[in-house]
């Protein structure tokens, strides 16, 4: 049988102030109406076997007597097998209001002031004070110390006198009394330890919630703090490369040193930085006022893969002699945040020049099917076998850079994630390092 955990309920409220005794339920019943329909059993088969035992136990006619037993007997098995299989016949209540009512009668059968039946009537009253509260038990004593009286009265011997009938009557209605004041105290002691135990219970839960709590939002306040963190390091290392760019060009036609075919590359290149600028600038003003990432909002328009070629090789200082561009099919253009991918782009071509000494960087744009397919190849060292993953952490330098701040690939993953693109990191056939991004990028 699956045994399952249900909410407490009321066993009694005796002492008016509306606290509940949690008793445990096993399959809907509770611990307490099983207990009761066992005892209920075993109660009615001993008293049958008593008077199997012992027929002159019954004071006159054996068979109404045994027919009452064995009426009570199915009675009981009813009662217990309905309560085994989830099932109730009665109510609890009045289930001891049946019984007693069949106890008294057994004692007005078996001797009446003299019956050994009375023993059963404490059970009848600590069920009631149980199932009803300590009012409901002393009501319950009462009655069936009446009762008893009443039964001792008309059914005990003839030679035994009258004012014994009384006495023995009045004796167990005491006793009665007595025993649902005392299962009434009981109850009540139970209730407190019960209420104290659930008060506690509530006050560590409440003190383990707030704990809970005090801990997500130091989580929280540190992601936040991390988070504003990560956006200095990404802004300071994107603008390096192009106010490095903007420093020397500005130096060389300062003072004069760009022959003429030199300074139109130079002006054209300091008007690109100053776009790139203002698109970043525009990213950190997104920032700044949303609580997205160091990656800005996106502001997406029309872009011919031949110009973001040339602006990428150009923004990562890739020398005219070492350049190979390739674009597919010729004249392409897509959809995008150019600011974005020219973010991804210059940051690959930037590692793949940095680390082929002076060999011809690649940088292959194919589009296809609503998909931009771009490819950094360089003839560098490569990758260690293993660090394929581990170089986009953040943080991690390899090599001849290793020191320095690690942002520049976990920069490229974080802003090709934000536009649902995959990257891997290839090694080269014949060495080097080959840059596979996938992007999914609609049509112009």
């Known amino acids: ?227 504003r963190l990560d956006g200095v390091r990404v802004v300071l290392h994107e603008f390096r490369t192009p106010v490095a760019s903007l420093t020397a060009l500005t130096a060389d036609l300062v003072a004069g040193r760009l022959s003429e075919p030199s300074r139109e590359l130079a002006t054209r290149l300091l008007a690109e930085h100053a776009v790139h600028l203002r698109d970043m600038l525009d990213g950190l003003a997104d920032v700044a006022v949303t609580d997205g990432s160091p990656i800005g909002r996106v502001r997406a328009r029309v872009v011919p893969l031949s110009e973001l070629a040339d602006a990428v090789l150009d923004s990562a200082g890739v020398a005219a002699e070492r350049r190979r561009p390739s674009v597919e099919p010729e004249g392409a253009a897509v959809r995008c945040d150019p600011q974005r991918l020219r973010r991804v782009l210059t940051n690959l071509v930037e590692n793949a020049a940095r680390h082929s000494g002076d060999a011809p960087v690649e940088l292959a744009l194919r589009y296809a099917e609503g998909r931009l397919v771009a490819e950094v190849r360089d003839r560098g060292p490569g990758l260690p076998p293993g660090q394929e993953g581990v170089v986009t952490a953040k943080g991690v330098a390899l090599g001849e850079r290793r020191g320095t701040a690690g942002l520049g690939l976990w920069i490229v993953e974080a802003l090709v994630a934000a536009m649902d693109g995959e990257l891997s990191l290839r090694p080269r056939d014949g060495g080097g390092l080959v840059a596979h991004l996938d992007l999914p990028l609609p049509p112009p």
């Open 1 to 227: 049988m699956t045994t399952t955990y249900r909410p407490s309920r009321t066993v009694g409220d005796s002492s008016g102030t509306g606290h509940a005794v949690a008793v445990q339920t096993v399959g809907g019943r509770t611990t307490e109406d099983r207990a009761a329909v066992v005892i209920r059993v075993v109660t009615v088969v001993a008293v049958g076997v008593a008077l199997a035992a012992g027929p002159q136990l019954a004071r006159g006619p054996l068979p109404p007597l045994a027919a009452i037993v064995l009426a009570a007997l199915v009675y009981a098995v009813v009662l217990a097998v309905a309560e085994f299989r989830g099932r109730q016949v009665l109510p609890p209540r009045v289930a001891t209001v049946v019984d007693g009512v069949l106890v008294l009668v057994a004692c007005g059968l078996t001797g009446g002031a003299e019956s050994i039946m009375v023993a059963m009537l404490p059970l009848v009253v600590i069920a009631a004070s149980v199932r009803g509260g300590a009012v409901a038990g002393r009501l319950a004593a009462v009655v069936a110390g009446a009762g008893f009286t009443l039964a001792a009265v008309l059914g005990s011997d003839p030679d035994v006198p009258l004012a014994d009938r009384w006495l023995t009557g009045a004796w167990w209605t005491a006793f009665l009394v007595a025993a649902s004041v005392l299962v009434g105290a009981l109850v009540q002691l139970l209730e407190r330890q019960l209420e104290a135990a659930a008060v506690s219970r509530a006050r560590a839960l409440a003190e383990h919630e707030a704990f809970l709590e005090e801990r997500d939002l130091r989580a929280r306040l540190l992601s936040a703090q991390q988070a």
